[in-house]
T-cell receptor, first 114, second 116 residues
């Protein structure tokens, strides 16, 4: 979905390095999410934000932090990357019309930690 | 806690044949159910959802899904498969019984391969 842009698309980093993944959206949605995808595990929620002042942990937030710089921007940081954080990371948005509004995903960032 | 099972890692079907991708769920209350599709090097795209009402839900690209409460299933179907339907399909559930924000729980995905 071109309305949700993730940068970079691919990143290789070393253990212990700090890394930031960025997400921006032009959909005007209030709600933003970070997921990670691992083969055989599906998608798991890392953090979510319902507006600029609302940040919440998901099911696997340990080792990650986020910043909601504006309605349109939501970044994910790994303070000290470790190899088991190697995964495909997705940012998603949804509107606030209801709890079951569809998620709109970016194209993902493939992160490799060596 | 809610959970979703997609029992098949891969489904193979010939173009023009009907396809079914299976999904079963577990929730404490009644479910909200979703299907998403992921094409190579892309994010997930919403296909359809069941909230309430008619058990047969129609979605994008000719897909439909049938909610079966007694079997706790929500199988994705299409009458005639296309090669372009080849992708990774995810079922997801949210428990209606819980208040507040409830995360969407995704299955592990089923790869659909449609051969010419």
């Amino acid at each position: 979905d071109a309305d949700v842009t993730q940068t970079p698309r691919n990143r290789i980093t070393k253990t212990g390095k700090r890394i930031m993944l960025e997400c921006s959206q032009t959909k005007g949605h209030d709600r933003m999410y970070w997921y990670r995808q691992d083969p055989g595990l599906g998608l798991r929620l890392i953090y979510y934000s319902f507006d600029v002042k609302d940040i919440n942990k998901g099911e696997i937030s340990d080792g990650y932090s986020v910043s909601r710089q504006a309605q349109a921007k939501f970044s994910l940081s790994l303070e000290s990357a470790i190899p088991n954080q190697t995964a495909l990371y997705f940012c998603a948005t949804s509107d606030s019309t209801g709890v079951n509004s569809p998620l709109h995903f970016g194209n993902g960032t493939r992160l490799t930690v060596t | 806690a809610q959970s979703v099972a997609q029992p098949e890692d891969q489904v193979n079907v010939a173009e023009g044949n009907p396809l079914t991708v299976k999904c079963t769920y577990s929730v404490s209350g009644n479910p909200y159910l979703f299907w998403y599709v992921q094409y190579p090097n892309r994010g997930l795209q919403f296909l359809l959802k069941y909230i309430t009402g008619d058990n047969l839900v129609k979605g994008s690209y000719g897909f439909e899904a049938e909610f079966n409460k007694s079997q706790t299933s929500f199988h994705l179907k299409k009458p005639s498969a296309l090669v372009s339907d080849s992708a990774l399909y995810f079922c997801a559930v949210r428990d209606r019984a819980n208040t507040g924000f409830q995360k969407l729980v995704f299955g592990t995905g089923t790869r659909l391969l449609v051969s010419p």
